[in-house]
């Protein structure tokens, strides 16, 4: 399952994936809770989250991190490391 997260609210989420026809469900964490648990921010009142990835297996264990995202070569790297 692939999972994305922002500090969006849901409508905007949703114009988002509309509009570049994105297929993955995309988490609204407006709250900053996730961002500040996974590092994607320092603050709970952070602008923009950083751009970082995580690989959770099926057990809840993360498998790998990626600190500093390219978005054009991302899902290559991504795809890689679990195939």
């Known amino acids: 399952m692939i999972l994305g997260c922002s500090f969006d609210s849901v409508s905007d989420n949703k114009a988002f994936a509309d509009k570049f026809g994105y297929p993955f469900a995309l988490l609204c964490d407006t709250d900053r809770k996730i961002g500040l648990a996974y590092g994607a921010c320092d603050e709970a009142d952070a602008g923009y989250a950083k751009r970082i990835s995580y690989v959770i297996d099926e057990k809840g264990v993360i498998t790998h991190t990626?600190?500093?995202?390219?978005?054009t070569t991302h899902t290559a790297k991504v795809l890689a490391m679990v195939s």
């Open 66 to 71: 990626m600190p500093k995202i390219d978005p």
